[in-house]
C-alpha cells in the first residue's frame, strides 16, 4: 500500500506536518474559547443568525458525536453536537455561526457550494475505489486502470479544492453576522477568529494531502510506464 512506500510518506510531508500544525492549532483554540462564555447557547446563536436572514423554516437538531456539525443542504436541516448545541461558550456559538453560514450560502444561491453539493457523490464514491483501481493498475501495468482510477481520484480532489472557498466563505460569513447581531462583541470575536482560522487550516492540510497523492500515482505510473 502506498502508506508503506518511503517515496509517498516523503512525498506527502509537507501535508502531512501542516494538519499536525492545524491540529494543535484547533485543540488549543477550541480549549481557550471553550474557556469563555457567551450570552447564547451554540443553538440559540444559530436561530439567532437564521431567522435575522428569513430562514425560519430551517430546522435545528441535536445530533449525536463529537465535532458532528454539519448543515444538511437537501433537507435544510442544521445539525448540532451536544458540545455546540447547548453549551454557551464562544467555541460553540462560533462553530454554530459557521454551520449557519453554509445554510445562508444555500439560501443565497452560492456558486461553490451548488458545485460541491452536485460532485459529493462522485468524489464519495472515487475517495474510496479510485485507490484499490489504481493499485491494481500499477500492479498489473493497465493503462485503462490507472485511467480510470485518476478520473474517480481527480473528483475527489476537484471536491477538496471547491470545498476550500465554501468553508472560508461560511466562516467569514458567520464573523459578520456574529458582530452585527450582537451575539459576540468585538473584543471577545478574537477568541471566535481563532477556532474558525485554526479550522480553515485543517481544510487546508487535507485539499494539499489529496493533491500530493494525487501527483503521486502519477509520477509512479509514469515511471513504470517508462520502464
Known sequence: MMWL???YLLWI??????????????????????????PLSGAAAARR????????????????????????PRRKVLRLSPEVFRSRSLAAVG?????????????????PLAIRNAVVPVASFGSG??????????????????????????????????NLPVEFDASARAKVQLVHLGIVDPQSMVYVNHVLDAAAWTYVAATL???????YFVMRFSGNSRR
Open 129 to 162: 475505489a479510485a485507490i484499490w483501481i489504481l493499485f491494481l493498475g500499477l500492479l498489473i501495468h493497465s493503462l485503462g486502470l490507472f485511467w480510470i482510477g485518476i478520473g474517480l481520484f481527480s473528483a475527489f480532489v476537484f471536491f477538496q479544492v471547491v
Open 209 to 215: 494531502q489529496s493533491v500530493l497523492t494525487l501527483l
Open 13 to 38: 510531508a509537507p501535508a502531512f506536518l501542516l494538519a499536525l500544525w492545524a491540529q494543535m492549532r484547533v485543540k488549543s483554540a477550541y480549549a481557550a474559547a471553550q474557556q469563555v462564555g457567551a
Open 95 to 111: 462553530i454554530a455561526a459557521h454551520e449557519s453560514g453554509h445554510a445562508l450560502q444555500d439560501a443565497h444561491g452560492y456558486a
Open 5 to 7: 512506500d518511503p517515496r
Open 49 to 72: 443568525i437564521l431567522d435575522s436572514a428569513g430562514l425560519e423554516s430551517v430546522e435545528i437538531e441535536e445530533v449525536a458525536g463529537f465535532m458532528t456539525d454539519h448543515y444538511d
